[in-house]
């Protein structure tokens, strides 16, 4: 029994007939990705696909592990062929595992009569020879970890209990993350100890094979710096000067290479800074959210929940999974959280905050940025609050209301 991603499934369906299109569907480990191919595979059965037509490797298991040539995946392929006659669909899983794949996918596509779906677990995928020989000739979707919304439906279709007190569910939701397979799973140790063996198998299949560590005690000092200051304004420069402050014999370019390659991995997401007033990118200082929020609570056991950074890092995720292109803007002295592009191209702002309640200060804090905006492009406060507030036009809502009810900005 498969939860259907009704959001990302609505993106691909258009495309389930192009055969001169390649469907790339990337996302960190164990998001779902396979599982969104197999719901795909069910959806074609049911429009009335013969099943003889449909071709699904998985080169991660086992009876596969020694497919790593491109003549070796192709030769796969050719022995699953039962019905030339009409369109056969060829789902391939973890399709990087395989050197010189990109001439087996384009030689297929080139042939026509092959509607190909593939999925990759890291940025590599869509580098290198993809990009110069498939450069117009495929389609990515980027699939992430469950929202909020997801991880109540999917809560529901497998009978687990759901709080009544919905703002209750929302921390359990924060403290466990959003990795589909931890919701079938009880126990909270039991979840950490799922999310800790993905954190192995990205470091041991995403980044040992692709990138030479030589000094693992600095990656991981990195590595752990990033996660446990997620959200925050990050310099490179003083990051490295404090890394070596603390003994570490470390340069720029390693530092600058080790964050690129935790990117790449996609345990990090990169949010770029927007200076408003000349309508450039700012480069040097970035921010960087976690690919899951049960990384950071996966190091930091206490439970303590930081709320600023963590409800920033949910509305960026969510927001990404809605389709958003996301930016940190500034605007003279004040910062804004996010600017979001929809793929239309229309714009929206936005601040997060926990709760503006506490004080008239905070919730200036908060007003104020999107106040200095002065076009009329659509402005939020996100927040927890069930009283919401009306000022100068910019809109106040409740992040668990519009999670759960799957809304957009």
Sequence with gaps: MLYKREKYLRRIRPFYEADDLIKVITGVRRCGKSSLMKTIENELIDNGVNSDNIIYIDLDRRENRKIKTADQLENLIDVNIKNSDNCNYLFIDEVQNVTGFEEVLNGFRSEGGFSIFITGSNSYLLSGELVTKLTGRYLEFELFTLGFDEYLQMKQLYGKEIESNIAVEFNHYILEGGFPRTVLIDD?????????????????????????????????????????????????????????????????????????????????????????????????????????????????????????????????????????????????????????????????????????????????????????????????????????????????????????????F
């Design 188 to 408: 909270m140790e039991a979840k950490q100890t799922y999310v800790s063996g993905v954190i192995s198998e990205i470091f041991e299949k995403d980044i040992k094979r692709r990138v030479k560590i030589k000094d693992v005690t600095a990656f991981e000092s990195v590595r752990n710096y990033i996660i446990n200051n997620f959200g925050a304004t990050t310099s490179i420069k003083s990051l490295t000067e404090a890394l070596v402050k603390n003994g570490m014999k470390i340069t720029r370019p390693t530092v600058t290479k080790y964050i690129q390659t935790l990117v790449d991995a996609k345990i990090l997401y990169e949010c770029s800074r927007f200076d408003m007033k000349s309508k450039k990118s700012l480069s040097g200082e970035k921010k960087y959210y976690l690919a899951d929020l049960s990384f950071y609570f996966l190091q930091n056991t206490d439970n303590r929940i930081n709320y600023g950074p963590v409800m920033e890092n949910i509305v960026y995720l969510y927001a990404r999974s809605m389709n958003y292109v996301i930016s940190v803007g500034r605007i003279g002295k004040f910062e804004c959280d996010f600017i979001l592009r929809s793929k239309e191209g229309d714009y929206s702002y936005i601040q997060v905050a926990y709760t503006i309640m506490l004080s008239k200060e905070t919730e200036d804090r908060e007003y104020r940025p999107l106040e200095k905006i002065k076009d009329n492009y659509p402005k939020y406060v996100v927040t927890t609050d069930y009283t919401l507030q009306k000022r100068n036009g910019i809109q106040h809502i409740n992040i668990i209301e519009c999670m759960k009810e799957g809304k957009t």
